[in-house]
């Protein structure tokens, strides 16, 4: 009895080793391309490679249900590992299955996802999650107990971020979650992926708009401030400070360095005689700012919404032409947040040049846009002319 158990812990070591050095290995596969680390000619390759073999499939599908299969696997391994009696050769089957089939298929899935047919945007969403799940499957793996003994303890109750690391329940909660992340990225399909996406980023632009407008809002409540000093005759921002810092009744050092950097932060605010226009700039930038989160609002609902949940099979130029805007569209919240700045810190020059590098980027994206997949023009096609006629008016 005692060699049989001890034989059976062997293979269960040695079975999870070469599960977790498997995984490390798709994972290395998967992160390459989610870094973009591999030339064009070799991802090439293995698109068409990919192709050939799953044919019509959609990869976004293979990896809804591998991620599932993984999911319910490691639930069995996470329940196995913790649970008396610890059954080595219970723990062996399941991370057998679990190598063969469903962690193979994750990555397959990353690699059939190829830009030609699916956008290189698409592929490097999937392929960061899906390398964010088999990260967790090797860390769940790794907490499989090799003495027989199921896990108790900090092994198995420690949450994340404690000193030992996570226990085997926290990490299990972890995969679960990177799971569900592929999980739902299928389910959006093709179309539902890329119209979430710029909705997201919509949403973002639209923060980075109220931002500016609150810091407008307040630039003139400061000026009404400045009025009111003025009527009690000290119009001396820097004479009230000098005062107070040398008044018998500022001690620690902590409360004069507290009025300078009032003082300071209240420079960045637009001062009221407005020198270099910074008012009149930041109404042409909030009301353009709109107009470019309404281009985010219709690109999804007139180009992106009406695609197919799986992309075409024969040729189209529909991906070449998506993966040319998706990253104006990314790169566009990153320029505004720099514009933002360039506000705050009163600076004309860095205002303007940003300004024409968002709005020149806006109009781009739109003139991408304006012939549908289909045909020459249509209904958002005229839009798009309006917006960009309004999109250049300083």
């Known amino acids: 009895m005692m060699a049989s158990s001890n034989e059976a812990l062997e293979t269960l070591s040695s079975v999870v080793g070469n599960a977790v050095a498997l995984v490390g290995q798709l994972d290395t596969v998967v992160a390459s391309i989610a870094a973009e680390k591999r030339a064009p000619a070799e991802s090439a390759v293995e698109a068409r490679s990919g192709a050939q073999q799953l044919g019509t499939l959609d990869a976004l599908a293979v990896a809804h249900d591998s991620a599932a299969l993984i999911k319910a696997h490691a639930t069995k391994i996470s329940l196995l590992i913790i649970n008396e009696p ?50 967790e499957l090797k860390e769940l793996l790794l907490r499989i107990p090799k003495d027989g003994k199921v896990l108790s303890g900090a092994d198995k109750n420690s949450s994340a971020g404690s000193a030992g690391g996570r226990g085997s329940i926290a ?3 972890v995969l679960w979650s990177a799971c569900d992340d592929v999980m739902v990225f299928g ?14 980023l919509r949403d973002t632009l639209k923060d980075i708009m109220e ?20 009527d009690d005759g000290d119009n001396d921002g820097v004479a009230q400070v000098t005062s107070q810092l040398a008044s ?30 910074i008012r009149d700039r930041l109404d042409s930038c909030l009301k353009r700012l709109r107009l470019t989160t309404l281009l985010y609002q219709a690109t999804a609902k007139r180009r992106l919404k009406p695609l197919p949940h799986l992309p075409p099979t024969s040729p189209s130029d529909v991906p070449a032409r998506l993966d040319e805007v998706i ?12 514009l933002a ?54």
């Not at 409540?221 to 000093?229: A, F, V």
């Not at 500022?250 to 360095?257: F, G, V």
Request: contains cysteine; negative net charge.
């Open 86 to 135: 610890f059954t080595p050769s219970a723990v062996t089957k399941v991370v057998r299955e679990l190598v063969s089939a469903a962690v193979p298929s994750l990555a397959a899935a990353v690699e059939a996802c190829s830009p030609e047919r699916y956008t290189r945007s698409i592929q490097l969403d999937l392929a960061y999650r899906a390398g964010r799940a088999l990260r």
């Open 171 to 173: 990490t299990t909660g």
């Open 187 to 200: 389910r959006r399909g093709f179309a539902g992926n890329l119209a979430h996406k710029i909705e997201q």
């Open 211 to 230: 931002e500016l407008k609150e810091w407008g809002e307040e630039s003139e409540e400061n000026e009404s401030d400045d009025d009111d000093d003025d």
């Open 248 to 277: 018998s009744s500022i001690s620690p050092a902590q409360d004069a360095q507290a009025i300078l950097d009032d003082f300071m932060s209240s420079q960045r605010y637009i001062p009221r005689d407005d020198p270099d226009r």
């Open 327 to 338: 990253p104006i569209f990314k790169r566009l919240p990153e320029k505004f947040g720099s």
């Open 341 to 394: 700045m360039a506000f705050y810190d009163l600076d004309p020059a860095e205002i303007n040049r940003l300004m024409d590098e968002c709005f020149f980027d806006a109009f781009a994206a739109a003139e991408l846009l304006a012939k549908p997949w289909e045909g020459q023009k249509d209904e958002f096609t005229d839009w798009v002319l309006r917006f960009q006629v309004e999109i250049k008016k300083g």
